[in-house]
């Protein structure tokens, strides 16, 4: 009995110690759109988890389910996340990664997306991410419900924001 209370509290050390390089968090968005007298209504919910094997280098990854009128999207997303460039609590890191498109988008995309990160003490970090600059190809549906198909490269503009605990 006191080997296994002692294999067990070694155990909770090592993953105590271990937790402090893991990151939980995600993102939040809702958009409404009206367009020649049709509404829509766009929902965002993307949780998101990660490990530091470095001070620079993580992997991570993220579900993000979006909700429109007319279909539902799944999209799953690992990435390693590089950050290149540190200055007390802020820094800039690029995300590598590519992501699958489930439920009814099918598709997949490959590319980098750089960001901006800063972190309120230990525990809180707030994260942007600039845009995404990579390969993609989507069956989607538009506004009104039809099937369009997209491939190609994309330099976007889009800007994100996420929230993480850092353990």
Same mark, same amino acid.
């Given at each position: 009995?006191?080997? %296994? %209370? ?17 990151? &939980?968090?995600?993102?939040? *968005? ?5 367009? +020649? *007298? ?10 998101? &988890? ?21 279909? /539902? *999207?799944?999209? #799953? ?41 800063? /972190? @309120?003490?230990? +525990?809180?970090?707030?994260?942007? $991410? ?5 390969? /993609? ?5 538009? #506004?009104?419900?039809? +099937?369009? $198909?997209? &491939?190609?490269?994309?330099? /976007?503009? %889009?800007?994100? @924001? ?6």
């Amino acid at each position: 009995m006191k080997k %296994l %209370l002692f294999t067990a509290l070694i155990f909770l050390g090592a993953l105590s110690m271990q937790a402090q390089n893991w990151y &939980a968090g995600g993102s939040v *968005g809702i958009n409404g759109t009206n367009a +020649k *007298g049709e509404s829509s209504a766009y929902f965002l919910l993307a949780p998101e &988890a990660g490990y530091w094997f470095t001070d620079n280098f993580a992997f991570g990854a993220s579900v993000d389910m979006e909700f429109y009128k007319h279909y /539902t *999207g799944i999209r #799953i997303a690992p990435y390693v996340r590089y950050a290149y460039w540190k200055y007390n609590n802020l820094s800039l890191f690029a995300d590598a990664g590519f992501g699958i498109n489930c439920a009814d988008a099918k598709g997949w995309d490959i590319g980098v997306k750089p960001g901006i990160a800063y /972190t @309120f003490g230990d +525990k809180i970090t707030v994260l942007s $991410h600039l845009g995404f600059v990579g390969y /993609t190809k989507t069956n989607d549906r538009n #506004i009104k419900g039809d +099937k369009i $198909h997209m &491939a190609g490269f994309m330099f /976007t503009n %889009l800007l994100s @924001f996420s929230m993480f605990y850092n353990f």
